[in-house]
């Protein structure tokens, strides 16, 4: 779902070998224009995405989307993450004429869709840009995760990146079977809960983590805030 998906709820589906992710909602991306909000995905079976082969894909993704529920669903099999939460790091919205144009023309800004006339001048930071970046207080509760990282590492049943502040990690359930991590010498990096760049204001709380699993909990935010 793109772009402008409001109060849309996503309720007992079943999402199974896809090419790439199995539910993914997207906005526009950095500036004033936040209209993808307030979506229900609850209750979806969803399993065996990624089959294009696209690995770095999730069983749900959002990308600046923000205050979304995400609640009692079952994913199992991923070649990448469960529930995945990504935007844009401080560092890409300094407008820089040798590599963009500053509009949407720009083939290197078609996917982000950078709005770059409505962001503050000058070097960007994570105070300065938090306003017009739009992944912030997202809900994920009570979901389980069987299996991931299948096929890749560095990363995570539940990964979050960029998103800015107020996500909430709840209640959810993560487990690692001991034969996938024979078949990945990399398993030490299949974390459950990754909280990485530019995270901040993170609850996560009442969750359980099972089998051969890197950290339970990573924290990469640096800090932030």
Known sequence: MAYHQKRVKVVGNEVARTGSCGIYLYGWGAGKMGLARENLICRNNIHDVGIAPYWHAAA????????????????????????SIVETMAKELT??????KQGLDDAANAYKKFRYTELPSGTSTPETVEQYLHSDNNTVERNIVYEYMTRLNDGSAMYCWAVGTNGVWRENIVVRNLETARKDARAGTANG???????????????????PIGTAWFDNSHGWG
């Open 60 to 83: 749900i993704s959002l990308c600046a989307s923000s205050h979304n529920r995400i609640c009692h669903n079952f994913m199992r099999n991923m070649p990448y993450a469960g529930i």
């Open 193 to 211: 809960f990754y909280m990485d760049d530019e995270t901040d204001l993170a609850l996560v709380e009442g969750n359980l983590c099972w089998g």
């Open 95 to 100: 407008p820089n004429p040798d590599t963009f």
